[in-house]
């Protein structure tokens, strides 16, 4: 008997948790659904709580390095205390509300390179060691996010990678204690004055604000450029995004750097304020090119793309 609970304690003989996903592809601040299917093991176990949570994996920067840690950004309890018979089948619909800050991880069903997302499943046993599930899920891009994506591609921009940073973007508000990076390089019309060029949503029920970072090191005046824009959801339709992303791009650099040429164009950075929003929870994918994931995946490193797919590339370093 002795023997039997050691083991027990281990997990060995203990119950096992699989999560099936109805939705493995959402937007911010969409639905994800599915089902906690669990197995009794060799004996009644006392079932703490099962939780799911969002994890993925962020930038840390220290005094003196860098690093990736594994971040869960959001966590649901989906069931308190209850004994697990010997043997018994379980199964735990969810419903589970996505964040709206949570960062796109695929444009058209291509991961982004350098994202990576899941879905970790908690299963806490009293006594023992806990059971866990990891499943990939994929977010893409909320209409006007898609929008914007498309009008770099347009306007001849290539993408680079995207990664999540941890830290707060000043003078925004923010509730994820990371925020992300999507990475171009720069036009032909551009090269001159930007080594890179960085695209970041805070999204909320209402709009989204767009941060632009132009790393101009190595060009004149060797210092980062920062420019913000607010933009409503019902933005998405009906706007010149490209004209409009060109404008704001101007604006940023010719505001610091006066002795170049060229006027402000498109709409500057006044932002599109023609909405409040319609506070949608899974937006559709309509209104935007269907070559939009070609002309974004142009931009891609040749042979990345599959190095960083869903499924391939998934290890948060949790013990299942």
Known sequence: MVFKKMLAAFGVGGPSVDTVLATPVVQPGGTLSGTVHIKGGDHDTLIEYVS?????????????SEYDATVEFHRVHLTGSFTLPAGASHQLPFTVEVPWEAPVTSFYGTPLHGMTMGVRTELSVAKAVDKTDLDPVRIEPLPVQAAVMEAFTRL??????????????HGVHQTLPFYQEIEFYPSQAYAGRMRQLELTFVTS???????????????????????????SHADAAGTDWPSAV????????????????????????????????????GHGMGGVAAGAAAGFVGGMVAGEIAEEAFDVDMDFGFDE
């Open 246 to 281: 060109d404008g704001w791009i101007r604006q940023a650099l010719d505001r610091h750097a006066p002795h170049y040429g060229g006027g402000h164009g498109g709409h500057g950075g006044h932002g599109f304020h023609g909405g409040h929003g319609h506070g949608h929870r």
């Open 205 to 231: 029920a209402h709009g989204m604000d767009v941060v632009l970072e132009f790393d101009k090191r190595g060009f004149l005046g060797s210092h980062d450029t920062f420019s913000r824009h607010h933009v």
């Open 52 to 64: 799911l949570g969002l994890v993925t994996r962020v930038e840390v920067e220290g005094h003196d």
């Open 156 to 169: 001849g921009f290539r993408f680079s990678r995207a990664d999540l940073e941890r830290g707060r973007i």
